[in-house]
């Protein structure tokens, strides 16, 4: 089955930038999606299709993919980017969805 | 557009449950709609999906077998059957929106989560 690898945690400065990639195996042929969730919160779709923000999507969040590794971007951190961040992808064979395995971004 | 779980609570090992969706504001038979969980402290694992018109069904490998997806169009309600029940099923299951019309990507809207306990 994919498997999507995320790093366990990030930490970053506020005003400063982070970083958190997803590894899989030719990822950049697929489309990539990225979710933000907050303690006792639902996930929120922070960026589908590798680049795009959703409605109400700060432009501080980016994204990209090539290769093999996809890249979910914030800039100008703020506290309340704290929180748990997830890429997805959709995976045809077989039909599953998969979720990277998260990581937790803390702002020092 | 509005997903409300419902029928997660405590249940012993190798019982059952039957988890609810309610959805609203949007063309429930349009969407694939998913069960998507969350074990404590553990990260998202996508459970099972449906078609908008109930023809296919999708099952992650540690529940199929185990867990029946069904939908009510006429209701506009997704449910999930959980059976042969164990203590790796404890989590906060999600029901999900897929945002594409007919099609599978992504998760545009989430329901709130229930809770399912497994133990004795």
């Known amino acids: 089955s994919y498997v999507l690898t995320q790093p366990p945690s990030v930490s970053v400065a506020p005003g400063k930038t982070a970083r958190i990639t997803c590894g899989g195996n030719?990822?950049?042929?697929?489309?990539v999606h990225w979710y933000q969730q907050k303690p006792g919160q639902a996930p929120v779709l922070i960026i589908h299709?590798?680049?795009d923000r959703p409605s109400g999507i700060p432009e501080r969040f980016s994204g990209s993919n090539s290769g093999n590794t996809a890249t979910l971007t914030i800039s100008r951190v703020e506290a309340g980017d704290e929180a748990d961040y997830y890429c997805?992808?959709?995976?045809?064979?077989?039909?599953?969805?998969?979720f990277g395995t998260g990581t937790k971004v803390t702002v020092l | 557009v509005q997903l409300l779980e419902s029928g997660g609570g405590l249940e012993q090992p190798g019982g059952s449950l039957r988890l609810s969706c309610a959805a609203s504001?949007?063309?429930?038979?349009?969407?694939?709609m998913s069960w998507v969980r969350q074990a404590p402290g553990k990260g998202l694992e996508w459970v099972s999906a449906?078609?908008?018109?109930?023809?296919?069904?999708y099952y992650a490998d540690s529940v199929k077998g185990r867990f029946t997806i069904s939908r009510d169009t006429a209701n506009d309600t997704l449910y999930l059957q959980l059976d042969s029940l164990s203590a790796e099923d404890t989590a906060i299951y999600y029901c999900?929106?897929?945002?594409?019309?007919?099609?599978?990507?992504?998760?545009?809207?989430w329901g709130q989560g229930i809770l399912v306990t497994v133990s004795s």
């Open positions: 999900a929106k897929d945002r594409t019309m007919g099609g599978t990507n992504c998760f545009d809207y």
């Open positions: 997805q992808i959709y995976n045809s064979n077989p039909d599953h969805y998969v």
């Open positions: 030719n990822i950049g042929s697929k489309s």
């Open positions: 504001g949007f063309t429930f038979r349009s969407h694939v």
């Open positions: 299709y590798d680049t």
């Open positions: 449906m078609s908008g018109n109930g023809d296919r069904t």
